[in-house]
Structures are given as C-alpha cells and as structure tokens.
T-cell receptor, first 115, second 112 residues
Framework: GAVVSQHPSWVICKSGTSVKIECRSL??????MFWYRQFPKQSLMLMAT?????????EQGVEKDKFLINHASLTLSTLTVTSAHPEDSSFYIC???????????FGSGTRLTVV | GENVEQHPSTLSVQEGDSAVIKCTYS??????FPWYKQELGKRPQLIID?????GEKKDQRIAVTLNKTAKHFSLHITETQPEDSAVYFC???????????FGTGTSLTVIP
C-alpha cells in the first residue's frame, strides 16, 4: 500500500531558530500533499495544501511567511517553521494522495517542541 | 466551506458492546467520507470509507452508514475490544485531490 515517510519524528529547537520537516511518498507520486497541525486532544487542523510545482495554498489564519512549504518534486514536500517560538510547539503531520485516488496516506508526524 | 460536526466527543463502552459515532456535514458536494483511527502520538490510520453512491459499507466489525439527504454518516463498531480504544475522526471531502475536513474527534474507551 501507499507509504508516506515523515522526518524527523520529533525535534526540540531553541526559540528563534528554524526547523524543516520532510514528507516523502515512498511508493507513489504524490500530486497533492497536505500539512496539518494537531494540538493535544484536538482534531487535525489543515494548514496548507501543496501541489507539485506550484505555490502552496494556505488556510486562513496560517502565516505563509512563517510556515514555508515547498513541493518541488512528486515525492517530496517540506514544511519549514521559521523563527520558531514556543507557541509553535505542536504535532505536525502531512498527508499525500496520488492523482485520481480518493484516500490519503498520513505521515508518522513530527512532534516539535520549541524551548 | 465544509463544516463537519462529530458526536460524542468521548465514549466509554464495555468490552463486547457496540459503539456508534455520528458526524454531520454541510457541503452537499462532499462525496467521500473516510473514518480514521488515531492512537496517542501516532498517525491517523484509515479504517473504513464510503463514497456517496452507496448507503452502507461493512468490514468485519466495522460499518459505516451514509444518509446523503440528511447529510450525516455514522461509524458502527460491534463487539468492541480494548484495542479499539483510540480517537476516531470522521472526514468529508469533495473527492480526488480535494482536502479533507475533519470532525473534532471521538475518544473511545473500551472497558475490559
């Protein structure tokens, strides 16, 4: 079945630094990838939709200059949290879908802690 | 945009009993409704899904029903087991390539 790999699984960084999270589709070409943020005991909140080769579409309220998304190839999307602050601490998770498919496959998630 | 509501937020059942989680959606153009199970700190896993051209789908102890007219769909788990304990999310989508709109989640606890 479709496999999505996400790295790192957890990261601790200092306030003011940037963190990059990678999401890779291992056995299919992901025409669309989605980035979600999840706070403890809450639902998945869509941050942005990225299509290969084009700019990401951000949800209302998500700062595009803070959460940089790049989808340069059909198998890789990256989320960079720039100038991270403690309030950015959260569980970030990506999902990917192949063209024509209904279902999405989720990555394993990244626990970001900003200290 | 789509608005998906999910109830209840928490559910406790005795092992062997059935559990039902309900969701409603607002966008009549939504045509794909997956259900995900998420264990603490892990990725959501698809457990069952249904498209709008069918009213019910079953996979062993898990079933999903869809009422397009009323815009609601439900997850039914029979003969619950402790390993069914997790958070369950419903979602609605307009189909291929479109984003999912997730419900707020239901924390299911199966008491041995």
């Amino acid at each position: 079945g479709a496999v999505v790999s996400q790295h790192p699984s957890w990261v601790i960084c200092k306030s003011g630094t940037s963190v990059k999270i990678e999401c890779r589709s291992l056995d299919f070409q992901a025409t669309t990838m989605f980035w979600y943020r999840q706070f403890p005991k809450q639902s998945l909140m869509l941050m942005a939709t990225s299509n290969e080769g084009s700019k990401a579409t951000y949800e209302q309220g998500v700062e595009k200059d803070k959460f940089l998304i790049n989808h340069a190839s059909l198998t890789l999307s990256t989320l960079t949290v720039t100038s991270a602050h403690p309030e950015d601490s959260s569980f970030y998770i990506c999902s990917a879908t192949e063209f024509g498919a209904y279902g999405y496959t989720f990555g394993s998630g990244t626990r970001l802690t900003v200290v | 945009g789509e608005n998906v509501e999910q109830h209840p937020s928490t559910l406790s059942v005795q092992e062997g009993d059935s559990a039902v989680i309900k969701c409603t959606y607002s966008d009549s153009a939504s045509n794909y409704f997956p259900w995900y199970k998420q264990e603490l700190g892990k990725r959501p896993q698809l457990i069952i899904d249904i498209r709008s051209n069918v009213g019910e789908k079953k996979d062993q102890r898990i079933a999903v029903t869809l009422n397009k007219t009323a815009k609601h769909f439900s997850l039914h788990i029979t003969e619950t087991q402790p390993e069914d304990s997790a958070v369950y999310f419903c979602a609605a989508s307009r189909g291929t390539g479109n984003q999912f709109y997730f419900g707020t989640g239901t924390s299911l606890t199966v008491i041995p």
